[in-house]
């Protein structure tokens, strides 16, 4: 490649911004994690399972009554696959079942609007230039005065010997970070944020700059 190109290439690299993606700011597992990494259940389905999950509360019925969110739960549970239909089946009983359910499910019938994985992108200027995209699983915008709640799902399963309490702990220090900058999209407005844990059907939530 002629000199000429190469630099031409290098310039326009440098002007170009960077692109971040919130869930590249999870902490997971590294090489130092190994040890911890393998105390970990082994999960049925994997990211193919977090994506029908996403997708089943994607077509979650907030605002209906329990009749219909029982049928839209019934609904994605026939769209799983064979290999994780149990532990879905398991884990939507643990989520009817949720305080998250039914605080939801009366602020969208009082109002509030719930928009389901929504996708985002923001221009961050400074010595990097960069701009920040991804994908929200769900807003509520709640009544005016009100803050946003940005609310995720994780499927991670309990290692072993975790109780529910250090499973949500970890949770907020692996995807904490994922969220934080979710909420930026919002800023200067205070954001509630929240992750709710498929395997043991609780959340935990907090508000940006906050405990």
């Not at 992108?121 to 946003?148: K, N, W």
């Amino acid at each position: 490649v002629p000199k000429e190109v190469r630099r031409a290439a290098e310039r326009a690299r440098a002007l170009t911004p960077l692109r971040v993606r919130p869930s590249g700011l999870a902490h997971l597992p590294g090489e130092g994690d190994r040890e911890e990494a393998v105390l970990l259940a082994e999960p049925a389905g994997g990211k193919d399972y977090g994506s029908w999950w996403h997708d089943a509360l994607a077509r979650f019925p907030w605002a209906g009554d329990d009749a219909a969110q029982a049928q839209a739960m019934a609904e994605a549970l026939a769209r799983a696959e064979p290999g994780w239909r149990e532990r879905g089946a398991a884990e939507l009983a643990r989520f009817a079942e949720s305080n998250e359910r039914f605080v939801l499910g009366a602020a969208a019938r009082g109002g509030a609007a719930m928009l389901a994985e929504i996708p985002f992108t923001r221009a961050e200027s400074g010595a990097a230039p960069c701009h920040v995209e991804g994908v929200m699983a769900l807003v509520m915008l709640p009544r005016p005065g009100e803050p946003t709640l940005i609310f995720d799902w994780k499927t991670d399963r309990l290692a072993v010997g975790e109780s529910p309490a250090a499973l949500l702990a970890r949770l907020r220090a692996t995807y904490g970070p994922q969220l934080e900058e979710y909420a930026r999209t919002f800023a200067p407005e205070p954001v509630r944020l929240a992750l709710f844990a498929t395997a043991i059907g609780r959340g935990i939530e907090w508000t940006r700059g906050g405990d």
